[in-house]
């Protein structure tokens, strides 16, 4: 089974500090997503990456951030943590050339 | 602008029968269609995928078609349960491979 582990489930932080949020996958698979979910909205995609170093904005990059320096492991960093960016973060992985994603657990982020 | 749209956000049906959910899209480059399922605090979970080749495909209850000159496609699940309740996003894969995702609809199954 495809493993997509994100290391948080919840997190609190405060307006103005540097935020990471990490995802981990055990498939070798190629492509890795960052997506955030809000009533109403669905899923935004934030920043994809089809390889180890290699990196495309989504839809909504402001505020955001990606590192892919291996390929099991995306990052998604928030340089400044704003109220507005208190979501539903969603990791996703897969092979690349394939369809189907598989999607992490989910962190739910709050800043205050 | 939206590429992928689920215009009604709500669905609510009585167990054992028919839900259909829909979806509409505007980018006729996209090569595949996916529907994905999610319940409250995890993440989504894959159903069902169809390619733009094709007009129909089928997984037990779920079929999913595909209307190109429409642009439309919907979701069938036929019986349905109260374990299908659930938020059940669209979603269309780029030429670029990027996965791009409609706002979802909420279904309810009553029993």
């Known amino acids: 089974d495809v493993k997509v582990t994100q290391s948080s489930r919840y997190l609190v932080k405060r307006t103005g500090e540097k935020v990471f949020l990490e995802c981990v996958q055990d498939?070798?698979?190629?492509?890795m997503f960052w997506y955030r979910q809000d009533p109403g909205l669905g899923l935004r995609l934030i920043y994809f990456?089809?390889?180890?170093?290699?990196?495309e904005k989504g839809d909504i990059p402001e505020g955001y951030s990606v590192s892919r320096e291996k390929k099991e492991r995306f990052s998604l960093i928030l340089e400044s943590a704003s109220t507005n960016q208190t979501s539903m973060y969603l990791c996703?992985?897969?092979?690349?050339?394939?369809?189907?994603?598989?999607f992490g657990q989910g962190t739910r982020l709050t800043v205050v | 602008d939206q590429q992928v749209k689920q215009n009604s956000p709500s669905l609510s049906v009585q167990e054992g029968r028919i839900s259909i959910l829909n979806c509409d899209y505007t980018?006729?480059?996209?090569?595949?269609f996916l529907w994905y399922k999610k319940y409250p605090a995890e993440g989504p979970t894959f159903l069902i995928s169809?390619?733009?080749?094709?007009d129909k495909n089928e997984d037990g209850r779920f079929t999913v078609f595909l209307n190109k000159s429409a642009k439309h496609l919907s979701l069938h699940i036929v019986p349905s349960q109260p374990g299908d309740s659930a938020v059940y996003f669209c979603?269309?894969?780029?030429?670029?491979?990027?996965?791009?995702f409609g706002k979802g609809t909420k279904l309810t199954v009553n029993p």
């Open positions: 980018n006729s480059m996209f090569d595949y």
């Open positions: 169809i390619s733009s080749i094709k």
């Open positions: 979603a269309a894969r780029t030429e670029g491979e990027k996965l791009v």
């Open positions: 996703a992985s897969r092979r690349g050339g394939y369809t189907e994603a598989f």
């Open positions: 990456s089809y390889d180890v170093k290699m990196k």
């Open positions: 498939m070798d698979h190629e492509n």
